[in-house]
C-alpha cells in the first residue's frame, strides 16, 4: 500500500541552505561592498532569494535606477556558481546538489544585475514568473501521475497562492493544506512517476515514463536506474559507476521507487533525481 510519511516530508520540507551571495566585482566597478548571507529551502527558488536581497543592493546604489522598485525589478538578476549561470526555474536544492564535487557551505554564488544570459538562462527571472513555471510543473507532473490536470486545475486562485506563498514563508502546514488534494494515493489511480535524472558534463535531462507498480510487485529505485541507465547501474551492483544523490543524501538502490516518489519529491512533485559518478 502507498502512504506518505509526514514525518519524512517534514523532515525533507525543512532541508534548508546557508548561501553567501557576492555581488559580481566587475559590477560593483570598485565600491566596497560585503556579501549577504541567506538561508534557502531546499524547495525555494532563486528569484524568492531576489525578492529579499534586491532592496538590500538597491539600498546601496548597486542597481539601475530605472529597477528601483519598479515592474521590472528582479527581470534580469541572475546567478552563478563558479562561473556556471544557475538554472533560476530549478529548485535550490537540486542546484545546489548537481555540482560535483559538492560544493562547500555557505555555498558561495555570484549575484548579477546586468547582462543576463539570455542564450544559457530563461528569460525574466521574477518571482511571478517563477511562480507560472512552478505551476506548470505541478500540471505536468499532475498529467504524468493521473492522466489529467484536473487536480491542479481545480485549485482554487487562492489555493494555488497559498501553495506558493508557503514556499517563500516556510510554512510547511500552510503547503500540505493545498498538497494533499494534489498527491493522491490510490494505487489504481496512479500512472507514471514524475521523474527527471540528471547526469553529469552538461548530459541532458532524462525524462521517461516510469510505473509506480509493475505486475502487483513495487519496483526499486535500483531496477528503475537499471532499465534506464544500463551502462551505470548494470546488473551486478559491484560495477556500478554512480550514485543517485536527492536532498543531499545517497538515496539506497533498494528503496522502493513508489515510497521515494511519494515522500521524497520536491514541491513540484518531480523527484529529481542526480546520479553522480563514482570516483
Known sequence: MLTIDDDVCRHVWNGKIAIQITLDPVEAAGKETEPIYIEALRFSYLPLITQKIY??????????NDNEG???????????????????????????????????????????????????????????????????????ADFLKHGTTKRVMNLSKNDQTQL????LSDRYEDFWKVNNHLVGVVENDLRYIPLRIYLPDGCP??????????????RSLGQVLGE?????FPPSENEHTGYPIIHGVTLPLDTPIAWASLNLSYADHFLHLIVNKKT
Open 55 to 64: 532592496p538590500i543592493f538597491a539600498g546601496l546604489g548597486l542597481v539601475a
Open 164 to 167: 506558493w506563498e508557503s514556499l
Open 70 to 140: 519598479g515592474e521590472e525589478e528582479g527581470k534580469q538578476v541572475w546567478y552563478d556558481f563558479q562561473g556556471q549561470p544557475l538554472k533560476w526555474h530549478y529548485p535550490i536544492g537540486l542546484l545546489y546538489d548537481m555540482h560535483d564535487p559538492r560544493p562547500q557551505l555557505p555555498w558561495q554564488i555570484t549575484v548579477h544585475f546586468e547582462n543576463f544570459p539570455a542564450g544559457t538562462l530563461l528569460r525574466n527571472p521574477s518571482v511571478d514568473t517563477a511562480q507560472d513555471m512552478f505551476m506548470a510543473m505541478l500540471k505536468q
Open 205 to 218: 535531462v532524462i525524462q521517461e515514463p516510469v510505473s509506480y507498480i509493475e505486475e502487483g510487485y513495487e
Open 228 to 232: 534506464i541507465l544500463p551502462d551505470i
